[in-house]
């Protein structure tokens, strides 16, 4: 198996956290970041999964599944494992140099590609929506990429990525990034930010393979351990389109 990756440079991206009303910039050392979504040729090839349609982005698996395959894919090329796990509890080895999830600021940083517009080009081009009147997701790889080379960023399904969503209102749901084929252009955007439960499986959300291995302690590309639990700590209204917690 032969996963193609991305040389993502290093730079700076503004992040926003709508319910504390608060932007704040990180700073981000190089990664790198898979060039398509996994597909289902590769999950079936780590973990047995079925494979359909190989071409297609590998849907229906949950944050947790996503993490394992990532370990799967680490052990098949002899990499150290970027996760270790107690029971569901996953903790992020932020040194380990094996396959990972991208981090919120790095997959943002990553599809943005120097844009600051909502996208990277016309939609059309770039990505599959609802606007193109498909029910299931499509190939990798038929639209245009951006600036680092990275195809079906925005569109075709929404990507985990290893950040909490909001533990102060939800608990331990993880972030999802990017839009589907069934959303439309408004929810389609590089900025737009939702999650689920670590446990969930959706047709529309799949994950990108990320590596790079960083010198610290429970911290890296825009996520931290300490800032997980600072903000887990926080209550108060949700921001105006917010859905609560089922």
Known sequence: MDIELARIPAGSVQLHDARRERRWTVE???????????????????????????????????????????????????????YTFDGEDVTWHVDADGYRLPTEAEWEYACRAGSAAPHYGPLPEIAWTSADGVREPQDVGLRLPNLNGLFDTLGNVWEWCWDLLDPGRY?????????????????????????????????????????GGFDADGAAQGWSAAEDAERASLDGPLPPGWTPRR
Not at 46 to 70: D, Y
């Open 28 to 82: 981000l050392e190089e990664f790198e970041l898979g060039t398509f979504a996994v597909t289902e040729a590769e999950a079936a090839e780590l973990i047995g999964e079925p494979a359909p349609h190989p071409r297609r982005p590998a849907t229906g698996i949950s944050w947790l599944r996503a993490v394992r395959i990532c370990n799967a894919a680490s052990e098949w090329e002899g990499l150290d494992p970027a």
């Open 171 to 211: 608990g331990d749901y993880r972030v999802f990034r990017g839009g589907g084929f069934a959303d439309d252009a408004w929810n389609v955007r590089a900025s737009v930010r939702r999650g689920g439960p670590p446990r969930t499986q959706l047709e529309d959300v799949g994950f990108r393979f990320a590596r």
